[in-house]
Nanobody, 127 residues
Framework: VQFVESGGGLVQAGGSLRLSCAAS????????IGWFRQAPGKEREFVAA?????????DYENSVKGRFTISRDNAKNTVYLQMNNLRPEDTAVYFC????????????????????WGQGTQVTVSS
């Protein structure tokens, strides 16, 4: 199982980034995918999740609702996180993760439910 995360970087407040998470080594379509983030000195926190298959259901942490959008392209085994109107408090290492839990409405926000994790990509938002 492997994840390759990309798209992180340095951006000014109000700017945008799109993170990508390319997966291999497991049945991607059968997994819900989540994004989490961890800022220095803080606990890892949920950002967004998308259900398995066509990604019918999504969920977001309150502070990113209306600014971030999660999507998936099963043909490319890739999940995206489009981040708009970024704020300095969004600065963190962002991780993607996969959970085999099935169901079109299954979008877990607890990190312990996720079996596979990527290495993370750094996002830094300057004020």
């Amino acid at each position: 199982v492997q994840f390759v995360e990309s798209g992180g970087g340095l951006v000014q407040a109000g700017g945008s980034l799109r993170l990508s998470c390319a997966a291999s080594g497991f049945g991607f379509d059968d997994y819900a995918i989540g994004w989490f983030r961890q800022a220095p000195g803080k606990e890892r926190e949920f950002v967004a999740a998308i259900s398995w298959g066509s990604g019918q259901m999504t969920d977001y942490e309150n502070s990113v609702k209306g600014r971030f959008t999660i999507s998936r392209d099963n043909a490319k085994n890739t999940v995206y996180l489009q981040m708009n109107n970024l704020r300095p408090e969004d600065t963190a290492v962002y991780f993607c993760a996969a959970d085999e839990g099935t169901g079109s409405d299954y979008v877990p926000d607890q990190d312990y439910r996720y079996s596979y994790w990527g290495q993370g990509t750094q996002v830094t938002v300057s004020s």
